[in-house]
């Protein structure tokens, strides 16, 4: 059987019932390639009590875990929630085509944490991601899911891709707005949602830029649709 185990937000955030579940596992993987792990694998290690393998993208398209699942209890670990990312509903989709077990073990992701900032989850609309520019290729695909949800007042969470630093990501965020002549009046940046280190800054780019230097990864963009008073209320305390 191959389990997929959501690792939440944190070095604990993992449930009882994943600790469970890998300790039925002949062999423990850490997917590594939807996200840059935020914590120490020896940490990590020590709260399972098992050996972690870091798995890349190449390893699950070549279904070499699902081989593996077919003969023995194998678990990939997933920061956050397991199926947060839909690259992880193909997994499911090999298990189903090769007649192998799986079963899913939830737990939080980083759409349930921003809910600390006050704005009501149910009023986000699309989820998008920003990836980082190169030299010939610069999409700004993930501002016309904000403008979508803008023309229907809904709240927008943009994804920063791994390796971008928060000071090119405001640049990207501020050209796409120019170059689409979208109107950005505020937003609010979350960093290592579900942690201790847990930061929100809310703000024009300019004064989010004075705020923040280094910050601690991850971390994504949110930019507020039309907001009932207590969600201003709320947001207005960063």
Known sequence: ??????????????????????????????????????????????????????????????EKLIKEAKNENIALLIYGCPLFATTHISIIMDCLKNKVKYQVIYS??????????????????????MPKWQKNFTPDSFLEFVEQNSSIKAHSVILVDIGLEIEDALNQLEISCKNRSFDLNKILVCCSLGTKESEFYYGNIDSIRKKIKNINSPYCFVIPGE?????????ERF
């Open 108 to 129: 939080a992701s980083v759409f349930d944490a921003i809910a600390e900032s006050g704005l009501q989850l149910y009023k986000f609309g699309k989820i998008s991601s």
């Open 227 to 235: 907001m009932h008073f207590i969600e201003k209320e709320s947001i």
């Open 1 to 62: 059987m191959l389990y997929l185990i959501g690792l939440g937000l944190n070095e604990k955030g993992i449930s009882l019932e994943g600790i469970e579940s890998i300790k039925k596992c002949k062999k423990i993987y850490l997917e590594i390639y939807t996200i840059d792990f935020p914590y120490s694998i020896d940490k990590l290690e020590r709260e399972i009590g098992k050996k972690v393998i870091k798995v890349y993208r190449k390893d699950v398209e070549s």
